[in-house]
């Protein structure tokens, strides 16, 4: 069962455009929500992370907003660039002594110039 | 080494054949782990493991899947009697400890291809 789900699969954004990427979680064990960006040929690079303490992280262009509620989380990419063209994954951790990220299925993202 | 290094990059094997696929995690990291990535699929966690504890083998998909971490470094995955269902690309990541708010480190992972 898909404990991450993640939408939409494929996003294309125009150059300066705010670009939104989904998840829902099910398991209200997890406790940290990292975004990982990859692209073709590479291993994912976390991006950014956050915890369900907070509603709202930032960090330059790349904002995870936190509904714990909703069991929501999403990222935008605001001001979009070419090169922010990638594969993100969302994914879930929970407490305790389970330590393997639970990832979302991709959100592949292309930013036209 | 400055980052995750995995090898081979790329692997095309004959359905039944075993195969052996390597990482190298950053020196000095303690937790190392295996994910796999099929295409258009998100990534699915296979094994981990956390200095000379015991892994977490939840993931393994069937008794073909096997691995080990000597000397709490390098790790090998190994896949027996490969399906061509098993084909694609095998990622290995690493962390300073394994804590839960760590950020892993990827290799560039191995294409496996099972024709």
């Known amino acids: 069962q898909q404990q991450v789900k993640q939408s939409p699969q494929s996003l294309i954004v125009q150059k300066g455009g705010i670009s939104i990427i989904n998840c829902a979680y099910e398991n209200t064990a997890f406790d940290y929500f990292p975004w990982y960006q990859q692209f073709p040929g590479k291993g994912p690079a976390l991006l950014i992370a956050i915890r369900p303490d907070v509603s709202e992280k930032k960090e330059g262009r790349f904002t995870i907003s936190f509904n714990k509620s909703a069991k929501q989380f999403s990222l935008h990419i605001m001001d979009s660039q070419p090169g922010d063209s990638a594969t993100y994954f969302c994914?879930?951790?929970?407490?305790?002594?389970?330590?393997?990220?639970?990832f979302g299925s991709g959100t592949q993202l292309t930013v036209l110039p | 080494g400055a980052g995750v290094s995995q090898s081979p990059s790329n692997k095309v094997t004959e359905k039944g054949k075993d195969v052996e696929l390597r990482c190298d995690p950053i020196s000095g990291h303690t937790a190392l782990y295996w994910y796999r990535q099929s295409l258009g699929q998100g990534l699915e966690f296979l094994i981990y493991?956390?200095?000379?504890?015991?892994?977490?083998k939840s993931g393994l998909p069937s008794d073909r899947f096997s691995a080990e971490r000597t000397g709490g470094s390098v790790s090998t995955l190994t896949i027996q009697r490969t399906q061509q269902e098993d084909s694609a690309v095998y990622l290995c990541?690493?962390?300073?400890?394994?804590?839960?708010?760590?950020?892993?480190?990827f290799g560039s992972g191995t294409q496996l291809s099972v024709l």
């Open positions: 994914a879930a951790k929970p407490s305790g002594s389970a330590r393997q990220l639970t």
């Open positions: 990541a690493s962390s300073k400890q394994g804590g839960t708010n760590e950020k892993l480190f």
């Open positions: 493991f956390q200095g000379n504890s015991a892994p977490d």
